[in-house]
């Protein structure tokens, strides 16, 4: 019986152990990812800061279980993959599948934001759920929740191409 259990925690051992930067880069069924750090550009460079475009109705942050995108009514379910923040104007990064450690502060994200490779030490894995950074803010979410919800983020949808 001890083995039994063993090689159930061997099992789900590998199927969560994933590399964080392989995950991060890697396309999700239903959602691209749209964690790139440049604070400029999204993947080759077409999206300059401050693209003009339609804005979202409602920018919203989600669990990986959303679809992205342009949200043009209330009753849009989509998260904003075109998030900046006005306070220190970089991109707003997110991580698929993944959340913030509890341990994660200001001084983190001030000093590594954006090497992935610095910010993936602050993750761990978890189904369903999204983990949200800019170089001063960071949230993770599970549900679909409207920015506007949080006065204390200064993160906008920046237009959709």
Not at 89 to 98: E, G, L, Q, W
Not at 112 to 115: C, L
Not at 130 to 134: D, E, V
């Given at each position: 019986?001890?083995?039994?259990?063993d090689d159930l925690?061997?099992?789900?051992?590998?199927?969560?152990?994933?590399?964080?930067?392989?995950a991060?880069?890697?396309?999700?069924?239903?959602r691209?990812?749209?964690?790139?750090?440049?604070?400029?550009?999204?993947d080759?460079?077409?999206f300059?800061v401050g693209?003009g475009?339609e804005?979202?109705?409602?920018?919203?942050?989600?669990?990986?279980?959303?679809?992205?995108?342009l949200s043009?009514s209330?009753?849009?379910?989509k998260?904003?993959?075109?998030l900046?923040?006005?306070?220190c104007?970089?991109?707003?990064?997110?991580?698929?599948?993944?959340?913030?450690?509890?341990?994660c502060?200001?001084?983190?994200?001030?000093n590594?934001?954006?090497?992935s490779?610095?910010?993936?030490?602050?993750?761990t894995?978890?189904i369903?759920s999204?983990?949200?950074?800019?170089q001063?803010s960071?949230r993770?979410?599970?549900?679909?929740?409207?920015?506007v919800?949080?006065?204390?983020?200064?993160?906008?949808?920046?237009?959709?191409i």
């Open positions: 019986m001890a083995d039994d259990e925690d061997a099992l789900l051992n590998d199927l969560l152990s994933v590399n964080v930067e392989e991060s880069l890697s396309p999700v069924a239903k691209p990812p749209f964690e790139s750090l440049s604070p400029v550009a999204r080759s460079g077409a300059p693209a475009g804005k979202c109705f409602k920018a919203s942050l989600g669990g990986s279980e959303f679809s992205v995108g043009m209330s009753r849009d379910k998260v904003c993959d075109r900046r923040c006005t306070s104007d970089f991109r707003v990064t997110c991580f698929s599948n993944y959340k913030w450690a509890d341990d502060d200001y001084m983190f994200f001030r590594v934001y954006p090497d490779k610095q910010l993936a030490k602050k993750l894995r978890e369903g999204s983990a949200y950074a800019c001063c960071w993770n979410a599970t549900e679909l929740l409207p920015i919800t949080d006065p204390s983020l200064k993160w906008v949808c920046s237009g959709h």
